[in-house]
């Protein structure tokens, strides 16, 4: 077991439900207990320490432990196609997104997509993912072997479409299910890996298609796509489907909206849209980088959690800048201050909770991971800025810990992850961790200068 200490906050609550302060937990001198990647114990460093008095501290001073980020929509083959900036998002595919896409038909060119997407999703402080996948069942299988080895929690499949795309990208309907059969036997389940049915949106899906990924959602597996995410896509998509009542229903007709779907996007909704989706509990993916960059429109939070429609986070890469969370997080804040009375008031409150809890949530995580509550998940990130840097000198004086979240969604980046953790396991290194005795040597008490309680120094970031 090992005791981890340093300022530790989350958000057991949801914060759209009341105060949202109210659903915030924080300790500038907390610890966990964790055994075998499990958190056993959690309290004042104090109370852990006194409780277990056998077992070793890492101390993780001079930032936040927080949760593992939740992305739940972010896509594998488009790691190297960042920055297509000044495009629309049916010329942004055609030109940018598709070309890359199809360069995962080679196996070995794959497996290195595959590697340096895990790398960056870890390195950004990511623990869990909706990964939309790739048209090629050899590129799935790369995908999730190295997901595998890493222990993440990582749920994705093999995008199907059978029209509109490039020649190279299709398959039938029969091939789709045979391809996706396998790999469900062969990874859903498996560890922390889950299976998702993925047609790319209905635009590229025929009936015949949507039908297939209906038969494969029934075997227990996860589904996922686009919806609304531009208002030429809407209108093509009306004009394939005349018999559907909306986007929405190009799904729903086929049984494809429930509580194991995440949509993503969903800029343009109606309000039937929203309450279907809230009926049927299915979740939707805000991706305000990409749908910022792309010139999609402005994401009506507001109405969705009017609605009781569930909303968490996805970074949209390569459309998305980054993978980075807190600034998808910062730029849905922005979204909603753009849309005026419209818009949603967000706290760092919220932004943390659609970060973390929320995602998980949406992927039916929530036992395990998004928080920091006994018996889940030792998942987590310790973002630590370098001394003097903009947002060390932030953080030394905050006066609050939702004021340090503020300030950690307005100036971190990913150079600030000094630690990532996934089910117990460091997956990225911790330079900074200061790892102490289980027993304090013999001389003076605890508390006394010999051995300052966590948070009393430089490091403490909750100024008093």
Not at 401 to 423: E, H, Q, Y
Request: charged letters at 20%.
């Amino acid at each position: 077991m090992t005791i981890y200490a340093g300022t530790i906050i989350d958000v057991p609550g949801d914060p759209f439900a009341g105060d949202p302060d109210a659903a915030l937990a924080a300790d500038d001198e907390g610890a966990l207990l964790v055994q075998d990647g499990v958190i056993r114990a959690r309290g004042s460093l104090a109370s852990v320490r006194s409780a277990y008095p056998d077992e070793p501290v890492t101390r993780l001073e001079g930032g936040l432990l927080l949760p593992g980020f939740v992305d739940t929509h972010v896509h594998y083959p488009q790691i190297r196609a960042i920055g297509g900036l000044g495009l629309p998002l049916l010329d942004w595919l055609e030109r940018c997104a598709l070309p890359e896409e199809a360069k995962l038909a080679d196996r070995a060119y794959a497996r290195a997509v595959a590697r340096e997407f895990l790398d960056g999703l870890i390195g950004s402080g990511t623990t869990s993912a909706l990964v939309f996948g790739s048209h090629f069942p050899g590129a799935m299988e790369e995908l999730f072997s190295a997901a595998d080895r890493r222990g993440l929690n990582l749920t994705s499949g093999l995008v199907v479409s059978d029209r509109i795309l490039r020649p190279d990208l299709l398959d039938t309907p029969e091939e789709a299910l045979a391809g996706s059969s396998e790999l469900i036997g062969r990874w859903h389940d498996h560890g922390r890996l889950r299976y998702a049915v993925t047609p790319r949106f209905s635009l590229s899906a025929s009936d015949d298609m949507l039908d297939v990924c209906a038969q494969l959602l029934g075997k227990g597996v996860w589904f996922t796509s686009h919806i609304n995410e531009n208002v030429t896509e809407v209108a093509q998509v009306a004009g394939l489907f005349p018999a559907a009542q909306h986007y929405l229903d190009t799904y729903d007709r086929h049984g494809l909206v429930t509580e194991r779907s995440v949509f993503a996007h969903n800029v343009h909704p109606d309000d039937s849209e929203l309450s279907v989706l809230a009926t049927h509990g299915a979740s939707v993916s805000h991706c305000a980088t990409s749908n910022c960059a792309l010139g999609s429109g402005l994401f009506p939070l507001r109405r969705h959690i009017d609605h009781g429609v569930h909303v968490a986070l996805g970074s949209d890469v390569g459309a998305g800048v980054g993978l980075f969370l807190p600034k998808e997080a910062l730029q849905a804040y922005f979204v909603q201050q753009l849309l005026g009375p419209e818009g949603m008031s967000l706290t760092p409150v919220h932004l943390l909770y659609l970060a973390t809890r929320a995602g998980a949530q949406a992927l039916g995580l929530d036992g395990q991971t998004g928080d920091f509550g006994i018996g889940k998940d030792f998942d987590a990130v310790w973002l630590r800025p370098a001394g003097g840097s903009p947002l060390a000198v932030n953080l030394a004086h905050s006066v609050s810990p939702s004021d340090a979240l503020a300030r950690v969604f307005a100036l971190a980046t990913p150079a600030d992850v000094a630690g990532v953790w996934i089910r117990g396991t460091q997956a990225l290194a911790a330079p900074g961790a200061e790892p102490e005795p289980a027993s304090p040597p013999a001389g003076p008490p605890a508390g006394s200068s010999a051995e300052p309680p966590a948070g009393s120094s430089a490091g403490s970031t909750l100024a008093r």
